[in-house]
């Protein structure tokens, strides 16, 4: 049954800081990983999908990485902005015709000014 | 862009009490899901539809719970017979053809409180 771990679970930072939030998963069978971005009381944003033939994704500040074998994907944002502040999410779609994505828990980040 | 909407964006119910959560998918995208997240908890799937009909369901995804497309734009989820363990957030989503490739984009929930 996957796994899905994100450390740390919360993190305080200042503006400006580069910062990597951590994701592992347990079943390295993925399909595919998504990033996303929930902002408190709405849904979630999609950042950036990486596919399991593919190290990494980018999009403006945000850098996505995938390591299948080790089981791991960070989440690199650079040049942190009190913006920034939102629980980031990872969550997997398992190979094998699974709809299903499974999240872990977040990442709350609060950049200060 | 093209977004997911969900309506009502918090419902109260009596416990017991059947409820109807309503979506509205992004117009060219052929499968739907609907995922909930109890307060404090992780985000959970629940059932995905496709080509009308269930392709996947959890063991959460009981008798309780059904799901419709009752025409070309909504998708609803039904839980008769709510219970108090009901309440949370409920979130909508849905994907393009070739799913598998396509990230799935996320209303912005209903909030269901059960009491």
């Not at chain 2, 409820?19 to 985000?43: A, D």
């Not at chain 2, 363990?85 to 409920?90: F, I, K, R, T």
Request: net charge negative; aromatic share 10%.
């Amino acid at each position: 049954k996957q796994e899905v771990t994100q450390i740390p679970a919360a993190l305080s930072v200042p503006e400006g800081e580069n910062l990597v939030l951590n994701c592992s998963f347990t079943d390295s069978a993925i399909y595919n990983l998504q990033w996303f971005r929930q902002d408190p009381g709405k849904g979630l944003t999609s950042l950036l999908l990486i596919q399991s033939s593919q190290r990494e994704q980018t999009s403006g500040r945000l850098n996505a990485s995938l390591d299948k074998s080790s089981g791991r994907s960070t989440l690199y944002i650079a040049a942190s902005q009190p913006g920034d502040s939102a629980t980031y999410l990872c969550a997997s779609k398992l190979s094998g015709g699974y709809n299903k994505l499974i999240f872990g828990a977040g990442t709350r980040l609060a950049v200060h000014p | 862009e093209p977004e997911v909407t969900q309506t009502p964006s918090h419902q109260v119910t009596q416990m017991g009490q059947e409820v109807i959560l309503r979506c509205v998918p992004i117009s060219n995208h052929l499968y739907f899901y609907w995922y909930r997240q109890i307060l404090g908890q992780k985000v959970e799937f629940l059932v995905s539809f496709y080509n009308n009909e269930i392709s996947e369901k959890s063991e959460i995804f009981d008798d309780q719970f059904s799901v419709e497309r009752p025409d070309g734009s909504n998708f609803t989820l039904k839980i008769r017979s709510t219970k108090l363990e009901d309440s949370a957030m409920y979130f909508c989503a849905s994907s393009d053809l070739g799913q598998e490739l396509q990230p799935q984009h996320f209303g912005d929930g209903t909030r269901l409180s059960i009491l």
